[in-house]
């Protein structure tokens, strides 16, 4: 059975930090891309950052570059994404997913596997 499961959202002040966690199990972890995306209510979903199954190259949507890193620990099924400097335009539902192949993607489209979600709000 596959799952992803994310973890580490809250409730935060603009300018603070949080960690995101996706664990994955019921596949090949090893093979497959990681991505997060984000969808804010009346928005559409979009994709976040990414990061690819064997060389680990990473994608950032321009929105986050310089803030948030995307880390994958393939011992633990395990990917991260730290968030800094978290803005208000930063609320959103975290997502996680999964798809299998070469590169990254920021295209919903291609991925195989979600995750439920995990809210991030950044409010003063």
């Known amino acids: 059975q596959v799952q992803l499961v994310e973890s580490g959202g809250g409730f935060l002040q603009p300018g603070g930090s949080l960690r995101l966690s996706c664990a994955a199990s019921?596949?090949?972890?090893?093979?497959?891309?990681i991505g997060w995306f984000r969808q804010a209510p009346g928005k559409e979903r979009e994709g976040v950052s990414c990061?690819?199954?064997?060389?680990?190259?990473?994608y950032y949507a321009d929105s986050v570059k310089g803030r948030f890193t995307i880390s994958r620990d393939n011992a633990k099924n395990t990917v991260y994404l730290q968030m800094n400097s978290l803005k208000p335009e930063d609320t959103a539902v975290y997502y996680c997913?999964?798809?299998?192949?070469?590169?990254?993607?920021?295209?919903?489209?291609?991925?195989?596997?979600w995750g439920q979600g995990t809210q991030v709000t950044v409010s003063s």
């Open positions: 997913a999964a798809f299998q192949g070469w590169g990254t993607s920021s295209d919903a489209k291609d991925y195989d596997y």
């Open positions: 019921g596949f090949t972890f090893d093979n497959y891309a």
């Open positions: 990061i690819s199954s064997i060389t680990g190259r990473t």
